[in-house]
């Protein structure tokens, strides 16, 4: 046995050495070995080593976001040039006194986050680049340890409701942890930091897949309209306007109004006047001003709210269409059965504690759809997956009944 491990380390120190770009890798291959890999370090790892790794594993977010908080990773982006850094040249870039700075550069290199080329100095790799201020990937670190701290909770909220799971938007675990009642959104535009970073990785996280909807969507087939002053496409909780503005970009000829939704803080947030895109502050809860659209298209929006609400949202779509509109939901998918991945069962907790909502199979968005008036039309899938780190992308092409 010690011999075939032997051959396994040395094949994968091999492979290592061979690696191709990190770029020019294909997001399917790149994948699947990282399953094979994470399957391995399973039946390698003794049990005592996998639950000290659980129990430890907080500290990764909360050091990286104290690191924020000195400054750290602000200074070595102003530094880039040197690419290194020595303590003492960091200490007086950052917050904080010296020893501090010391324990948490520890840890951050225990993380691979940096490096030491020497014992005088440090060194970023290529996630420390991506947590200095202002950058989406930053946000992402500040907006889960909000939530981090809402699931420190959740052993408590559940001795509390006698371990049941969640159905109203408004008493969440996220409610518990705040000791308040507001729904998480109300409760965001009362915190203008929180709500940035919940803005920011909305954009982020419309991004990071790498593959739009529209490129797996007969668009020119199933979406024209006879007259340029009818609304084409209303974006409804569209966020700053990426997935409109992308598909503006790819169909600029197709004839119709784009109309993106959000709610006013999100909208107000829009760097810059989106062209071609009329954007509307609206509560998709109130009556949709905007009707007889050809297409009315959410994404990831629904799986924000548990059944009640989100057959609300239907229920105003459905009252404002004409009878040729169609609704296009884009989510991703988790499958029925079979094995998900660890941040695809995770996201679907992260939907309970923060909205007692939850990530939908395909049976349950096709029965939500059918209960909330529609008939689902048919369910489009990529040939190829993206990167995808959380489920399967799925678009549910729905008419009403």
């Known amino acids: 046995m010690s011999n075939t491990l032997t051959e396994v380390t040395s094949a994968v120190t091999t492979a290592l050495s061979k690696l191709p770009s990190p770029e020019s890798i294909d997001n399917a291959a790149r994948m699947q070995l990282l399953g094979a890999l994470d399957k391995l370090r399973a039946a390698l790892e003794p049990p005592p080593v996998t639950l000290l790794n659980h129990c430890f594993s907080f500290w990764a977010l909360s050091v990286i976001r104290v690191a924020q908080g000195m400054g750290i990773f602000d200074a070595f982006a102003v530094a880039e040039g040197t690419k290194q850094l020595t303590l003492d040249e960091l200490n007086s870039r950052t917050k904080g006194d010296k020893e501090l700075l010391f324990r948490v550069m520890r840890y951050l290199c225990a993380q691979k986050i940096f490096t030491r080329p020497s014992q005088e100095s440090y060194q970023p790799g290529p996630l420390a680049s991506q947590l200095s201020s202002g950058l989406p990937t930053a946000n992402l670190i500040k907006h889960f340890y909000l939530h981090m701290r809402t699931a420190a909770h959740l052993y408590e909220y559940f001795e509390a409701k006698d371990y ?238």
């Open 164 to 401: 049941r799971n969640p159905a109203d938007a408004c008493d969440a675990p996220f409610q518990f942890a705040q000791c308040t009642r507001q729904h998480h959104f109300d409760w965001l535009t009362e915190h203008p930091d929180d709500q940035e970073a919940f803005n920011s990785t909305m954009s982020m996280t419309r991004t990071a897949d790498g593959i739009e909807w529209f490129n797996f969507y007969p668009v020119e087939e199933k979406l024209q309209v006879a007259s340029p002053d009818r609304t084409l496409l209303i974006d409804i909780g569209g966020g700053i306007g990426h997935d409109i503005s992308a598909f503006k970009q790819r169909f600029p000829q197709l004839p119709g109004q784009l109309v993106l939704q959000d709610l006013p803080q999100v909208i107000n947030d829009i760097p810059s006047p989106l062209a071609g895109i009329a954007a509307q502050s609206h509560s998709m809860f109130d009556a949709q001003p905007v009707r007889n659209a050809k297409a009315y298209y959410l994404r990831t929006v629904l799986h924000d709210w548990p059944d009640k609400q989100a057959l609300e949202v239907l229920t105003r779509i459905r009252e404002a269409m004409a009878e040729d509109s169609v609704l296009l939901i884009n989510e991703h998918t988790p499958a029925a059965g079979g094995e998900l991945s660890p941040i695809a069962a995770a996201l679907d907790l992260h939907m309970m504690q923060t909205f007692s909502a939850l990530e939908r199979t395909e049976e349950q968005w096709v029965a939500l759809l059918e209960k909330g008036g529609f008939r689902v039309v048919k369910v489009w899938k990529p040939q190829q997956e993206g990167l995808h780190l959380t489920t399967t992308a799925a678009l549910y092409e729905a008419v009403p009944q």
